[in-house]
T-cell receptor, first 113, second 112 residues
Framework: EAGVVQSPRYKIIEKKQPVAFWCNPI?????LYWYLQNLGQGPELLIR????????DSQLPKDRFSAERLKGVDSTLKIQPAELGDSAVYLC???????????FGEGSRLTVL | GENVEQHPSTLSVQEGDSAVIKCTYS??????FPWYKQELGKGPQLIID?????GEKKDQRIAVTLNKTAKHFSLHITETQPEDSAVYFC???????????FGTGTRLKVLA
């Protein structure tokens, strides 16, 4: 069974540029999460989807971050414009319905110069 | 707000020794407590979890204990091996939510 796939794995951009990350969850997983992981820290939730609906985006900085999950499968996370403080790893995770194991992708490491 | 404290931040043990990592949570409504292992350049991976209706769970060399009264839970790794070296995260999830509150992580080094 294929795991959660994220791309790109690494991205280096200059500040004020836009960037987008893509996630393909495990087939059949209704719940999709985007997490932010700063160096030496645990993951912090940005947004959670149930199918195509964003049910928790309270931690998403909406002035520069946006996300979508069209057709309830793949998802993209966009930052525009990027700031120096956005340098981090962006993790996507999926899970079947209910509280339980999160299946994480390998993450997209963003460096903003 | 909800908070999970994790200690120690780094831990070095000799191969074959035991390792213990402790977490304390603030929300008494938490009822699900997973532990994740994150290797360099990889995403976190679940290694064991426990729900609030049990006090202990074991899976081969790994065990988790839960003390709901004191609001803390611990990860125990016995007979450590070099491949156990990684960063470990605990998390607590309050009942009725999907809010995974992660600890700050423990970097475990197993010395051969």
């Amino acid at each position: 069974e294929a795991g959660v796939v994220q791309s790109p794995r690494y991205k280096i951009i200059e500040k004020k540029q836009p960037v987008a990350f893509w996630c393909n969850p495990i087939s059949g997983h209704n719940t999709l999460y985007w997490y932010l992981q700063n160096l030496g820290q645990g993951p912090e939730l940005l947004i959670r989807y149930e199918n195509e609906e964003a049910v928790d985006d309270s931690q998403l900085p909406k002035d520069r971050f946006s996300a979508e999950r069209l057709k309830g499968v793949d998802s993209t996370l966009k930052i525009q414009p990027a700031e120096l403080g956005d340098s981090a790893v962006y993790l996507c995770a999926s899970s079947p319905q209910g509280v339980g194991e999160l299946f994480f992708g390998e993450g997209s490491r963003l460096t903003v110069l | 707000g909800e908070n999970v404290e994790q200690h120690p931040s780094t831990l070095s043990v000799q191969e074959g020794d035991s390792a213990v990592i402790k977490c304390t949570y603030s929300d008494s409504a938490s009822n699900y407590f997973p532990w994740y292992k994150q290797e360099l350049g990889k995403g976190p991976q679940l290694i064991i979890d426990i729900r609030s209706n049990v006090g202990e769970k074991k899976d081969q060399r790994i065990a988790v204990t839960l003390n709901k009264t004191a609001k803390h839970f611990s990860l125990h790794i016995t007979e450590t091996q070099p491949e156990d070296s990684a960063v470990y995260f605990c998390a607590a999830i309050p009942l009725g939510t999907y809010k995974y509150i992660f600890g700050t992580g423990t970097r475990l080094k197993v010395l051969a």
